[in-house]
């Protein structure tokens, strides 16, 4: 293997680093453009890489329905509005 094939050509283990960093946006380009390429002629890589973002996906869907901070701290006000209230009504 050259030097250039070695610094653009990475194998699979290279491969499913970028793949985590990039799923972080931790990659830098040239990370990026390694592991577009390795996932172009290495189907095992691209099984994984597919599988990945489709978890990355849900688990963002995910955060999306499980409650935000900032809901709960609204519901928290409103609980505490309407024990203030009850006490106060008595
Ligand atoms: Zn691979």
């Known amino acids: 293997m050259?030097?250039?094939r070695k610094l653009f050509f990475?194998?699979?283990s290279e491969a499913a680093e970028c793949c985590d960093?990039?799923?972080?946006?931790?990659?830098n380009f040239l990370e990026k453009a390694k592991l577009m390429l390795h996932l172009a002629f290495c189907k095992t890589c691209?099984?994984?890489?597919?599988?990945?973002?489709r978890l990355t996906h849900?688990?963002?869907?995910?955060?999306l329905e499980t409650c935000p901070e900032e809901k709960k701290k609204?519901?928290?006000e409103e609980i505490k509005k309407e024990y203030a209230e009850e006490r106060t009504s008595r």
Request: net charge positive.
């Open 58 to 63: 849900l688990m963002k869907e995910a955060r």
């Open 74 to 76: 609204q519901w928290r």
């Open 2 to 4: 050259s030097k250039n």
């Open 10 to 12: 990475i194998d699979c």
């Open 46 to 53: 691209k099984k994984f890489s597919d599988r990945n973002s």
């Open 21 to 27: 960093k990039s799923q972080y946006d931790e990659a």
